[in-house]
């Protein structure tokens, strides 16, 4: 991403050789020297905006939404078009105001639309790094680490789904 533009993707040497992309731009590891090298997400962090407003401010700004305050496990498919995050803890917001937490809340979209959903982000003050140790991929499995910072953001038209009942239960 460039000044809020997505310019390139992440690419290993096999994926830039096999999609004429030029070179690799490191995002390939291993985590050891007995496993091959996988493509994956390097240490990414999205800037806060300047000038952005506070949390308060972003939330203040919507009528009606859910205001994700802890994000939980998520799943992409094999191309990481698709994605669907679960959360720890989700609150609906009315009116400009939190009202009341939620619980058996999923968001869901492809990278693309997600990213271009995005409407605003919050100022220096609001920026956080946070992460995870255990971020597993592959055959055999392999496991890293990924630290991802970022100000709170706002997104609209995001399918947001109840997972209770959309798993039939």
């Not at 090298?37 to 806060?48: C, I």
């Not at 499995?141 to 709170?152: F, K, L």
């Amino acid at each position: 991403m460039r000044n809020g533009r997505l310019v390139g993707y992440q690419l290993n040497r096999q994926m830039a050789r096999a999609n004429g992309l030029g070179a690799s731009n490191g995002c390939g590891f291993a985590d050891s020297p007995g496993h091959i090298p996988l493509q994956r997400m390097a240490n990414v962090s999205l800037a806060a905006d300047p000038t952005g407003p506070t949390l308060e401010e972003l939330i203040g700004g919507v009528e009606r939404g859910i205001y994700v305050s802890v994000t939980g496990r998520g799943r992409s498919t094999c191309s990481a078009t698709n994605f669907q995050f679960t959360g720890q803890r989700f609150f609906r917001i009315e009116n400009g105001r939190l009202a009341g937490q939620l619980k058996d809340v999923a968001y869901q979209a492809t990278t693309t639309d997600f990213w271009g959903s995005m409407a605003a982000l919050g100022g220096p003050s609001t920026y956080h790094l946070g992460g995870a140790m255990n971020c597993g991929k592959g055959q055999p499995g392999q496991v890293a680490p990924v630290s991802h910072g970022c100000p709170p953001a706002l997104f609209r038209g995001v399918n947001v789904l109840n997972t209770v009942s959309e798993g039939g239960r």
